[in-house]
T-cell receptor, first 114, second 111 residues
Framework: EAGVAQSPRYKIIEKRQSVAFWCNPISGHATLYWYQQILGQGPKLLIQFQNNGVVDDSQLPKDRFSAERLKGVDSTLKIQPAKLEDSAVYLC????????????FGQGTRLTVV | KQEVTQIPAALSVPEGENLVLNCSFTDSAIYNLQWFRQDPGKGLTSLLLIQSSQREQTSGRLNASLDKSSGRSTLYIAASQPGDSATYLCAVREVGQNFVFGPGTRLSVLP
């Protein structure tokens, strides 16, 4: 079974520029998450999708962050404009629907804003 | 609001030792708890998933326990090896279906 795929692996941008990250979840996984992990901290949820609908985006800074999952499969997370404090690893995870299933994470995208 | 803490923040042990990592959470209304491993610069690898109705799960040298009423979980690693060196994260899945993570324990196993 193929894992969660993310790209790019690394990205360096200047502040105020825009950036986009892509995630392809495991086939058949209806639930998709985007997490932000700042160095030395645990991941923090940004947004959760169930198929192509948003379940929870309460911690997403909506003035600069946006995410979509148009066909209920791949997802894109965008930051525009980026700030220095957005430097972090952005992790995508997916899971089958149902309380008993575990989440699987991608390798993450390391973003550095300079 | 659910808060997850992990103790210790860092741990260094000689190879071959058995060790215990601790995870505490404030709200016992959880579906399950998952332990992950994270290598430097990498994503998270799932180690064990414990459902709220279970007391423990085992996989090889790893054993995770869950005491939901007291808001605690432990990850026991037997006969530690240098390859076990990584950061270990626990995450609780709440009734609202989101995972809340602890800050992690950074483990170093010295040869």
């Amino acid at each position: 079974e193929a894992g969660v795929a993310q790209s790019p692996r690394y990205k360096i941008i200047e502040k105020r520029q825009s950036v986009a990250f892509w995630c392809n979840p495991i086939s058949g996984h209806a639930t998709l998450y985007w997490y932000q992990q700042i160095l030395g901290q645990g991941p923090k949820l940004l947004i959760q999708f169930q198929n192509n609908g948003v379940v929870d985006d309460s911690q997403l800074p909506k003035d600069r962050f946006s995410a979509e999952r148009l066909k209920g499969v791949d997802s894109t997370l965008k930051i525009q404009p980026a700030k220095l404090e957005d430097s972090a690893v952005y992790l995508c995870a997916s899971r089958r629907s149902g309380t008993q299933f575990e989440a699987f994470f991608g390798q993450g995208t390391r973003l550095t804003v300079v | 609001k659910q808060e997850v803490t992990q103790i210790p923040a860092a741990l260094s042990v000689p190879e071959g030792e058995n060790l215990v990592l601790n995870c505490s959470f404030t709200d016992s209304a959880i579906y399950n708890l998952q332990w992950f491993r994270q290598d430097p610069g990498k994503g998270l690898t799932s180690l064990l998933l414990i459902q709220s109705s279970q007391r423990e799960q085992t996989s090889g040298r790893l054993n995770a326990s869950l005491d939901k009423s007291s808001g605690r979980s432990t990850l026991y690693i037997a006969a530690s090896q240098p390859g076990d060196s990584a950061t270990y994260l626990c995450a609780v899945r709440e009734v609202g279906q989101n995972f809340v993570f602890g800050p992690g324990t950074r483990l170093s196993v010295l040869p």
